[in-house]
T-cell receptor, first 111, second 111 residues
């Protein structure tokens, strides 16, 4: 099993705070690292990272990959109550099509 | 509209029954996946398929079976050998370098 470990598992912040979610992975045949947001049912795509050190941004969300240290972070600035969700981190392999996810981080943003 | 459709949204199964969950995509994606989601467990991979008539076991394949007779379809059968089938099941499809799309899920309950 190719492990993906996310931390923290849950987090409660106030609106306006900045949060950092962590994801570490095992190196076996790594191809890409993916972040998804799950509010109720279907996870929605946020980012796919393949190159180390290149930050991807979308509005208040950003993510970066460190292939040497085998981790990625997802930053959310100026959090809003609409950011409350489970954030999932997954990795895909180079040698196979296997796509493995971590347990997720449950983020709760309170007014 | 292009997308991935799971049906039914809710499914009830009696002890000892096999049930089949449907997953259909019209995105022309090669790869398709089935995940199980339990509270606090993230997404656990059941089966995946990268091409028609071929599929691979994931981390928790016992008690499940799949088929991939058409590119668009990847049904999952939960057999009576699965001792604890109550869970939320998610189907996904994608292309390795372009990301993955999830369906809205099927919630299966054993009664």
């Amino acid at each position: 099993e190719d492990k993906v470990v996310q931390s923290p598992l849950s987090l409660v912040v106030h609106e306006g705070d900045t949060v950092t979610l962590n994801c570490s992975y095992e190196v076996t045949n790594f191809r890409s690292l993916l972040w998804y947001k799950q509010e109720k049912k279907a996870p929605t795509f946020l980012f796919m990272l393949t190159s180390s050190g290149i930050e991807k941004k979308s509005g208040r969300l950003s993510s970066i990959l460190d292939k040497k240290e085998l981790f990625s972070i997802l930053n959310i600035t100026a959090t809003q109550t609409g950011d409350s969700a489970v954030y999932l981190c997954g990795r895909s392999g180079a040698g196979s099509y296997q796509l493995t996810f971590g347990k997720g981080t449950k983020l709760s943003v309170i007014p | 509209d292009g997308g991935i459709t799971q049906s039914p949204k809710y499914l009830f199964r009696k002890e000892g029954q096999n049930v089949t969950l449907s997953c259909e995509q019209n995105l022309n994606h090669d790869a398709m996946y089935w995940y199980r989601q339990d509270p606090g467990q993230g997404l656990r991979l059941i089966y995946y398929s990268q091409i028609v008539n071929d599929f691979q076991k994931g981390d928790i394949a016992e008690g499940y079976s799949v088929s991939r007779e058409k590119k668009e379809s990847f049904p999952l059968t939960v057999t009576s050998a699965q001792k604890n089938p109550t869970a939320f099941y998610l189907c996904a499809s994608g292309q390795r370098d372009y990301g993955y799309t999830f369906g809205s899920g099927t919630r299966l309950t054993v009664v």
